[in-house]
């Protein structure tokens, strides 16, 4: 089963830009949309942003806004989350998701049917 584990994330200060990346343990990854979610404290689990398979659609939640942007590297088996202007509200642990999915061209945006998960990293924007 493919594994996921995501690398980057730490401290920031409002204005400051990061860039996330999830590395896949293998090629199986081809065949699963991905996405990031993140948790915010005292808060639950929602989506920041979706990929299918071969990139060619990407969904973003609400409150990103247009400061980040997802995508994907199929060789080198990677996911990626570029953050831009962050914000304090920004903090929270952010993690990667993978879901096989048969339809090449679908986003998802319901964290419940992804089945697999990094551990997750924290990013901490200062004001």
């Known amino acids: 089963q493919v594994q996921l584990v995501e690398i980057g994330g730490g401290a920031v200060k409002a204005g400051d830009s990061m860039r996330l990346t999830c590395q896949a343990s293998d090629e199986s990854v081809e065949d699963y949309a991905l996405g990031w979610f993140r948790q915010r404290p005292g808060s639950q689990r929602e989506f920041v942003a979706g990929?299918?398979?071969?990139?060619?659609?990407?969904g973003y939640g609400d409150f990103v806004k247009g400061r980040f942007f997802i995508s994907r590297n199929r060789v080198l088996k990677t996911l990626y989350l570029e953050m831009h202007d962050l914000e304090p509200e920004d903090t929270a642990v952010y993690y990667c998701?993978?879901?096989?999915?048969?339809?090449?061209?679908?986003?998802?945006?319901?964290?419940?049917?992804?089945?697999?998960w990094g551990q997750g990293t924290h990013v901490a924007v200062s004001s």
């Open positions: 998701a993978a879901k096989p999915e048969r339809n090449s061209g679908r986003v998802v945006g319901n964290g419940d049917e992804y089945v697999i």
């Open positions: 990929i299918s398979i071969f990139g060619g659609n990407t």
